[in-house]
């Protein structure tokens, strides 16, 4: 991996959602690089009960759309928002969902990212959502 640009004065905590190893490995190691601290989840489900023991300690939320035999990511942005409004959420998928109107708004307010993703990719958009400026979801 490349060497990746300057990121936050801050260590947060990510919460990292997906079903898929390597994504959670190769997102890991970016923020983790960065000097945050990450914690990873399988699926929905995992994702869910990791929040509920860890909610005050979670800064940002990224999480896949689509997971089999678990709650999906909207789902869990859902129940994340009723405990915790401010934290920003990211969405990460491999397929767009081109029948639900919530991945278009996902999109239009660059609230997705596409896989595969370079680190770079990850940042910025990570970034743009940290700013004053920038809010996710």
């Given at each position: ?9 801050r260590k947060l905590t990510f919460l990292v959602v997906d079903d ?46 689509m997971m089999p035999d678990s709650i999906d990511g909207f789902t ?25 109107p919530r991945t278009l708004d996902l999109v239009e307010r660059r ?27």
């Amino acid at each position: 991996m490349a060497a990746v640009p300057r990121f936050s004065d801050r260590k947060l905590t990510f919460l990292v959602v997906d079903d898929e190893p390597f994504i959670l490995e190769y997102v890991r190691q970016v923020l983790s690089r960065l000097g945050q601290r990450v914690l990873t989840a399988r699926n929905g489900d995992e994702a869910w009960s990791l929040f509920e023991r860890q909610r005050n300690t979670i800064d940002f939320l990224l999480t896949d759309i689509m997971m089999p035999d678990s709650i999906d990511g909207f789902t869990l942005a859902e129940r994340v928002r009723q405990v915790k409004p401010s934290l920003p959420i990211l969405f990460i998928t491999g397929a767009l969902p081109d029948d639900d109107p919530r991945t278009l708004d996902l999109v239009e307010r660059r609230l997705l990212l596409k896989k595969p993703f370079f680190p770079e990719q990850l940042i910025t958009l990570l970034q743009s959502h940290l700013s004053p400026a920038g809010s996710a979801v």
